[in-house]
């Protein structure tokens, strides 16, 4: 990403934060399925707007300017200022929630999705002043960067321990303890995750198990049935968002 005159890199479970009037512009590294869900933390309406026509072009010598940084503050207490790029444990939850609200439009959904963003905003903040703390270590931060990126791929854990210099035992054990399942069973969830993305994308289900590298669409309805409760046919019927 380009925001105003800085250069961003924006790498798997991280985030940028900025202003509705900052320019920016975004490019991919590589072929990617992208989705962008854009959040006003000061909208004048108490209902969602969609920003379609609210996104504008900018010149290039506007990407050359500095952008502003924010400062939040709750009540009483002394801002913080935030950071452009950044990497909170925690994030995900909070901004599925808000989208499944918004998507679903129930009775004062629009009263939830405050709710739901003060707790992220407050989450933020935590994280900032260092109240919580990233639950996994540096040690494993290439495996899972690795298996985000290749969940087709058949990884062994001699493969992946070598990715951080550990025996594929002790790397077994170390995995077990910060990410309390096992790297096979965190690959089968990556690859589980992803599929749901490609389902809500239109994909065919043969072309998806095919791609995740399944040797048989039985056996990947299976899979995904025994972790999502649903066969995939039943998840794109629903059109469910809670990709987590």
């Not at 506007?62 to 952008?67: F, G, I, K, P």
């Amino acid at each position: 990403m380009q925001l105003g005159n800085e250069q961003i890199a924006i790498a798997s479970g991280q985030g940028v934060f900025f202003g509705s009037e900052s320019p920016h512009r975004l490019e991919t590294l590589e072929e990617t399925d992208y989705y962008s869900v854009h959040f006003h933390f000061d909208h004048v309406s108490p209902a969602p707007v969609h920003p379609a026509y609210a996104i504008l072009g900018c010149e290039p010598e506007q990407l050359a300017q500095e952008v502003a940084r924010y400062e939040i503050s709750l009540g009483d207490r002394r801002g913080e200022l935030f950071p452009h790029k950044f990497a909170y444990p925690g994030m995900e939850p909070f901004l599925l929630r808000l989208v499944k609200e918004y998507r679903g439009g129930h009775v004062w959904f629009d009263w939830s999705l405050r709710g739901i963003m003060l707790e992220m905003i407050t989450h933020m903040l935590r994280c900032q002043l260092g109240e919580i703390k990233r639950v996994v270590s540096p040690f494993l931060a290439a495996t899972l960067e690795a298996i985000r990126a290749e969940p087709e791929r058949h990884w062994t854990v001699a493969e992946l321990a070598a990715l951080c210099g550990y025996h594929p035992v002790h790397y077994s054990r170390l995995f077990k303890m910060e990410m309390g399942t096992s790297p096979k069973d965190y690959l089968m969830t990556e690859r589980v995750k992803r599929a749901k993305q490609l389902l809500l994308n239109g994909e065919r289900i043969e072309s998806i198990a095919e791609r995740l590298g399944y040797n048989s669409i039985h056996y990947f309805s299976n899979n995904f049935k025994q972790l999502t409760g649903l066969t995939p046919s039943e998840y794109r019927q629903q059109g469910r968002v809670d990709l987590a």
